[in-house]
Structure formats: C-alpha cells, structure tokens
C-alpha cells in the first residue's frame, strides 16, 4: 500500500538547522509531487512547500522562503526537508504528504515528525 | 498569504446535517476549482475527505460532499454521527504552484 514513513522526532535550540526524511513506498515516486506541511499546536496545517520527484524542481511558500531547502534521493524514494534559523515558534509536527499534479488530492499523510525548538 | 477563514466551531445532534464554510478570495477559491477537505482526529495525521470540490476518495462516506459559490466553499456532512466529531479544514490552490489551508473547524456532536 502507498505509504510514507517520515523521521523521529527532533528536540533544537532557537538558531539550529534540522533535517526530515520522509520515506516513500508503494507507488512510483517520480509520479507524485510531495508536498511538506506543519501544524503547530492547536493551530491549522500551514503549506511548506513542494517537491517534483522527478527533476528534483521545487516551491517554497513566501513564509519560508530562503529558510527551507527541500531535495530528494530518487535510489531511495526518500524527500528531504531541511530548515534553518529554527526559532521557538517553528515548534510543530511536520508532515510529508503525496499529492497529484494539479489535484490538490492531499493523501496519504506521513505519521508526521515533531519538532520542538527550545531553549 | 493569510489561511482560509473558517469558523472555529458548529455542532449538530446525531443524525442532523451540518455545514462548514471556508472562505477565500479571488486569489484562490475564487478562480481555482481545486478546493480539498480533511477531517483530523486528536494526535492523528489529516485525512482526506472530498478533493477537487466534491470528490469523494474510496472508502469516504457519501453523507460528506462539498460545493463551492464565489469565494466560498463549503462541506456538508448530512445524517451526522458520534464518529464525525473531529477538527476540519479545507485547502485551496493559490496559484503560481502555492496551496494554502484554512485555520480549521471543530465539529462537535451533541
């Protein structure tokens, strides 16, 4: 079944940078953009960004533009997020999610990754 | 770009319909007919529920639909039951590649 298997849990003091994997399986990974997505606590998903699979070409949205670099390693179906200049509030569970060109079909979710950033 | 504004809550007796507005502008709902809902249970990942205005994925219920008017889009959920209350939101195409969610609606079930 279509899955994607996201990284453990991270604990950062305000400044660091920290690197998500989000690990695909059961589908062809270069047919499927994968998009990140946070969601501090008690609060709604905010959109990240986006990757293509297949040349690697990618859009961050205006929020996190040149602070978020987001890659991939095509042997391993395995998308990269990383995020620099973490500060408190960037604390939130980070979420890799499939979707399809031009559908706006969010689904599946990756079980999501933790990120506290503390002092 | 701000969220989708949605309201915080609504709340239904089992077996009433309830609906859930998520209101945009002429940037995203307004022109892009690619509007999704998801449905989020406590400590749990979202789920998808309609896509694409009013398409439901396999295995969703049909009392779920969707429709959108304007800058506006809406999910119904009809015959309301326990196992519906949870947290909603919507996500709209923002164009140039850009997607943007709504801040989010807790249904409750009386």
């Known amino acids: 079944q279509v899955q994607l298997v996201q990284s453990g849990a991270e604990v950062k003091k305000p400044g660091a940078s920290v690197t998500l994997s989000c690990k695909a399986s059961?589908?062809?990974?270069t047919s499927w953009y994968i998009h990140w997505v946070r969601q501090a606590p008690g609060q709604g998903p905010e959109w990240m960004g986006v990757l293509n699979p297949t040349g690697g070409a990618t859009t961050y949205s205006q929020n996190f533009q040149g602070r978020v670099t987001m890659t991939r390693d095509t042997s391993t179906s395995t998308v990269y997020m990383e995020m620099n200049s973490l500060k408190v509030d960037d604390t939130a569970v980070y979420y890799c999610?499939?979707?399809?060109?031009?559908?706006?079909?969010?689904?599946?979710w990756g079980q999501g990754t933790l990120v506290t950033v503390s002092s | 770009q701000s969220a989708l504004t949605q309201p915080a809550s609504v709340s239904g007796s089992p077996g009433q319909s309830i609906t859930i507005s998520c209101t945009g502008t002429?940037?995203?709902?307004?022109?892009?007919?690619?509007v999704s809902w998801y449905q989020q249970c406590p400590g749990k990942a979202p789920k998808l529920i309609i896509y694409?205005?009013?398409t439901r994925p396999s295995g969703v219920s049909s009392r779920f639909s969707g429709s959108r008017s304007g800058y506006t889009a809406s999910l119904t959920i009809s015959g309301l039951q326990a196992e519906d209350e949870a947290n909603y939101y919507c996500c709209s195409y923002a164009g140039s590649d850009t997607w943007i969610f709504g801040g989010g609606t807790k249904l409750t079930v009386l």
């Open positions: 059961g589908y062809t990974f």
């Open positions: 002429s940037n995203d709902i307004g022109i892009y007919n690619l």
């Open positions: 999610v499939r979707v399809g060109a031009s559908t706006g079909r969010f689904d599946p």
């Open positions: 694409e205005g009013n």
